[in-house]
Structure formats: C-alpha cells, structure tokens
T-cell receptor, first 110, second 114 residues
Framework: GEDVEQSLFLSVREGDSSVINCTYT??????LYWYKQEPGAGLQLLTY?????DMKQDQRLTVLLNKKDKHLSLRIADTQTGDSAIYFC??????????FGAGTRLTVKP | EAGVAQSPRYKIIEKRQSVAFWCNPI?????LYWYQQILGQGPKLLIQ????????DSQLPKDRFSAERLKGVDSTLKIQPAKLEDSAVYLC????????????FGQGTRLTVV
C-alpha cells in the first residue's frame, strides 16, 4: 500500500472551504508538499511546509501539520470551480525523494 | 522561463516492443527525476540524477528500464521490452539541487502497452 494516504474524493460547493487530509508514515520526513494536477497536465507545486513548522498560510491556502499524528491538511478558502483537480500530498526525507499519495479528486460544484 | 519539456505526449506500443521517452529539464537545473504514474495512483520515483550521475535508482526495474543523462542536461528513459503493466504516464521533473524544495514537472508521456 501507499506510505502516504489520502481520501480519494472530495466534493464542495463553490465559495465553501475545502479541506484535504493526508497521513504519512515516516517521522523523519523533512518536507511535506501539496501538488495540484489538472487533466492532461503535469504536477504543479501549490505549497510546502518544513517539518519544524505546524502551519503555513499562503493566500487562500492553509497547511496544517501535526507531526505527532503524522497528519497533514490543506485548506482552500473560498473554493472556485478552477480549483477542481487532483491534489497530491507528498513527503520527502532526503535528496528530494518525494513519496506521493494516490491523490484526492476535488470537485467544485457551482 | 521555459518549463520541463517531454516528448512524445502519447505512445502506443505492443508488448515486448521497445520505447524511449525524452526530457529536457529547465535550464540550469542540476537534478532530474523520472516518475511513473499508474492510473489512479500517485507518481512513483524511478530514477533521480544529479548532473549526469545517478542519485537513486532503487525503484527502477533494471531488467527492462534504463535511463541516461549523458551530458547532465536532457535525459532519455527506455523500456525494453515493454509489458502491459508498464502502461502509465511517465513524468519528468527537475529542480535546482537535490535538497531543493520545488521540483517542476513536465506534462508527461502517456504510454499504452497493448
């Protein structure tokens, strides 16, 4: 199975907040990432957090990290239809060797 | 700034045939990665180069997969012979260094083995 786990689907209404959750297994992870993948496109880095932080905010995005529970979340405020995509959580331990979850497909309904 | 370029975008081959993918990373990026993304899964690292040297190829099926980055710039990934389970999107990514926090991804090559 995946070392990094995410729920597969999330559906929200436009304007609501979205929260995508992720659990990882390696406590020595140094960086944790959120990537976005739109259909037919490569992965786009949205944000990342260093393991000694517990929160990072970047405009509509808020990342929360709970190292004790190995839990990472991505909150998207005021979700728009353009936010519909697959969101991947990833961890890296050394040498930027990222391990990805299976992705959460976010659907935003108008 | 030009992004990571990959070709071809799509490839369909029969099992046991050979196939090669090409990647041109962002100019100046020393680190190059090849990932395999099977439908419904997250990307899995196949190989990581630092300049023209291999940093990590522990998950590369070396009996059939090979990759090179001879001049430390562009790279090719080859599969010979292909199996049905190799059907996937092959993503190339690059970053400034091995400890860099941001890797930039290309659009990928979608391989279908029939």
């Amino acid at each position: 199975g995946e070392d990094v786990e995410q729920s597969l689907f999330l559906s929200v209404r436009e304007g609501d907040s979205s929260v995508i959750n992720c659990t990882y297994t390696d406590s020595s992870s140094t960086y944790l990432y959120w990537y976005k993948q739109e259909p037919g496109a490569g992965l786009q880095l949205l944000t990342y957090i260093f393991s000694n932080m517990d929160m990072k905010q970047d405009q509509r995005l808020t990342v929360l990290l709970n190292k004790k529970d190995k839990h990472l979340s991505l909150r998207i405020a005021d979700t728009q239809t353009g936010d519909s995509a697959i969101y991947f959580c990833a961890e890296s331990i050394r040498n930027n060797d990222m391990r990805f979850g299976a992705g959460t497909r976010l659907t935003v309904k108008p | 700034e030009a992004g990571v370029a990959q070709s071809p975008r799509y490839k369909i081959i029969e099992k046991r045939q050979s196939v090669a993918f090409w990647c041109n990373p962002i100019s100046g990026h020393a680190t190059l990665y090849w990932y395999q993304q099977i439908l419904g899964q997250g990307p899995k690292l196949l190989i990581q180069f630092q300049n023209n040297g291999v940093v990590d190829d522990s998950q590369l099926p070396k009996d059939r997969f090979s990759a090179e980055r001879l001049k430390g710039v562009d790279s090719t990934l080859k599969i010979q012979p292909a199996k049905l389970e190799d059907s996937a999107v092959y993503l190339c990514a690059s970053s400034w260094g091995a400890q860099n926090t941001e890797a930039f991804f290309g659009q990928g090559t979608r391989l279908t083995v029939v």
